[in-house]
Each structure stands twice: as C-alpha cells, then as structure tokens.
C-alpha cells in the first residue's frame, strides 16, 4: 500500500481513549439529564477538558497493576535503604 493509504489505518490512540472514555461518561451517566439539543456541546466540552486537563482516566486493571508496581518498588525500596539509628 502507499504512504498515503496506510497513513488512513492509523489510529491516535489518546483520541480514541478520550472519545471512549466521553462516550462512556454520556451514555451512562448524563444522557438521561442532558437534552439532546446540548449533546454535541456536553460532548465537545467532556472531550476538550479530557484533552486539555491533567486528568487521565485508566481502567481497573492498570490501576490495580499500578498499585501493584508501585508497592513492589517501594518494598524494594525499603530493603536497599540505609537505616537511621538513634542511639541514645
């Protein structure tokens, strides 16, 4: 295929999570207190601040293996360290 055909197949990946992640928030949470006349607004706005914001939205699954790297860091951590000894 050409440059310019393959170029089509690809995919932005942080779009396409953001746009998952407004889609989900919509269709389960606001659509039954939104009107449907302010939809592409509420859409258009959830994803601009997704985008823009410092907020990152992750699934159970990374947040759990997260959590699990983070303690074997700090356990690993803890073994290498130097103590601190009070004498008295």
Request: aromatic fraction near 10%; hydrophobic fraction near 45%.
């Amino acid at each position: 295929m050409s440059k310019a055909i393959d170029g089509v197949f690809i995919i932005d990946k942080e779009r396409a999570n953001i746009e998952r992640a407004v889609q989900t928030i919509y269709h389960h949470i606001l659509r039954d207190y939104i009107a449907e006349a302010n939809r592409r607004e509420v859409m258009s706005n959830l994803y601009n601040f997704f985008k823009d914001s410092d907020v990152v939205i992750v699934s159970k699954p990374e947040w759990l293996q997260y959590q699990e790297w983070l303690k074997t860091l700090i356990d690993g951590m803890s073994l290498t360290a130097n103590p601190i000894v009070i004498k008295e």
